[in-house]
């Protein structure tokens, strides 16, 4: 079949195809014109500042590296210049730097490798200053014992003031049934402080932080027996919530090595738990109230509220209680009704374990009661109600040397601050 085509159809024909022709030869243009533009932005036309301070300090001109391809450049440094001077290569993600005299190429081959970024991508003048970190002393330098206490070390985003612990404190404390420890590293005084609810009222209207390290010591004994593993898990939780509170970073050590130190722990303190007790008893008839006081003030002694019972009390120079004298019958001694009291007996209460130089305490304290017998027209008795002869007393000042021997060999010497802690 035939087609002819009239003379407006070949003029559209044409007219079509030179359009097309015309589009390309416009993208080839503009891409030419582009790739001429890109190679004149790009071109280096400045001189490299490395390149040549690392040509002027080794003293020749800058020429090609001669190590092999895919080889480490090793930066260098000239004679007599200063290491701030070192140009490093980052040639297979490493970078070492090297001194001596190494060919003048390896530190041009070096500075050539360097890549200039932009300046908007250069780094602030204060990054060039590393910020010093704050030191803290390690925990085992705070005023707790490895031996006695369940160590844990809280440290805060930013120093704490004492208004801050203390409500902490009112959160944490109630729900830490076993005695605990609270110490603050203070970094302008260069120490550690106690941080107990007392010392910090004082300081409540200070908003300054003091204290950014925290160490907390949850006691593993007393006298009512072990830490249990309940009480060790709500310590340990209610830690981790306080180093939320301050955005801090918590440490604390495995739980099962401290359960088990407090069982072998408590079992040393039950068997060494001794207390010593001389009697005075009546033959008949009572001692009155007021003579026993008379008798208790002119030997040192004063009256206290100790155990939630009035007792008479001798104390040391230190102030540490070095025995008590209490009532056989209950409710101890009241001051109101001394003028009435008649008692049938009173009790000499040595406790070992809270006594340092328990012999020389026991001597002071049977040369007390005897006295109190003597003036009391009583007899000294034992708690079988025997009298109490020379023969019977060496057993017990065997004993008290023993217990308080077996406590220095623990490293808990008795009438120290950690035997205090445990027999409380």
């Known amino acids: 079949m035939n087609i002819e085509l009239n003379e407006l159809q070949i003029g559209m024909i044409g007219l079509g195809a030179a359009a097309v022709a015309g589009v390309v030869f416009f993208n080839r243009w ?7 533009l890109a190679e004149k932005v790009l071109e280096r036309a400045h001189n490299d500042v490395l390149f040549a301070e690392a040509a002027e300090s080794s003293g020749e001109a800058a020429t ?3 190590s092999p391809a895919g080889a480490r450049i090793e930066p260098v440094v000239a004679s007599g210049e200063p290491a701030a001077d070192l140009a490093f290569a980052a040639v297979d993600g490493r970078a070492e730097p090297q001194g001596g005299d190494a060919p003048a ?15 908007s991508q250069a780094l602030p003048a204060e990054a060039a200053t590393p910020v010093a970190p704050v030191k803290l002393p390690p925990a085992a330098s705070a005023p707790l014992s490895p031996l006695v206490d369940h160590i844990a070390v809280v440290d805060a985003a930013e120093a704490l003031s004492a208004t801050q612990i203390l409500e902490a404190q009112g959160d944490w404390l109630p729900r830490v049934r076993k005695p605990s420890r609270w110490f603050g590293w203070n970094e302008a005084g260069g120490q550690w402080d106690r941080l107990d609810p007392t010392t910090l009222a ?12 925290l160490c907390l010591g949850l006691q593993l004994v007393d006298r009512r027996g072990p830490v249990s593993e309940a009480e060790l898990a709500l310590f340990e939780r209610a830690t981790h919530e306080l180093g939320e509170r301050f955005a801090g970073v918590v440490e604390l050590p495995p739980s099962q090595p401290a359960l088990a130190a407090a069982a072998t722990l408590d079992q040393f303190c039950a068997d060494l738990d001794i207390q010593i007790g001389l009697n005075v008893v009546s033959q008949g008839q009572a001692f009155a109230g007021t003579k026993l006081r008379a008798l208790a003030e002119g030997a040192g002694m004063a009256l206290e509220v100790l155990d939630g019972e009035g007792r008479f009390v001798r104390r040391g120079d230190d102030g540490q209680v070095l025995f008590v004298m209490s009532r056989q019958e209950r409710g101890g001694f009241q001051p ?10 009173v009790t000499f209460i040595l406790d070992v374990p809270r006594v340092a130089h328990g012999d020389r305490v026991f001597a002071q304290m049977l040369d007390l009661a ?18 109490l002869i020379e023969g019977s007393l060496e057993p017990i000042r065997q004993t008290i040397a023993h217990t308080q021997a077996a406590m220095a060999a623990r490293q808990i010497p008795a009438g120290g601050a950690l035997a205090l802690r445990l027999f409380a």
């Open 370 to 387: 005897r006295r109190f017998s003597a003036s009391l027209q009583g007899v000294l008795v034992d708690d079988n109600r025997r009298p």
């Open 105 to 119: 190429e390896a530190a041009a081959e070096a500075a050539a490798e360097v890549i200039d970024l932009p300046m």
């Open 202 to 213: 004082g300081q409540r209207e200070d908003p300054s932080g003091k204290w950014r390290r």
């Open 30 to 36: 503009q891409e030419g014109k582009q790739r001429q």
């Open 64 to 66: 090609k590296s001669e």
């Open 336 to 345: 109101e009704s001394l003028k009435t009291l008649q008692v049938q007996g």
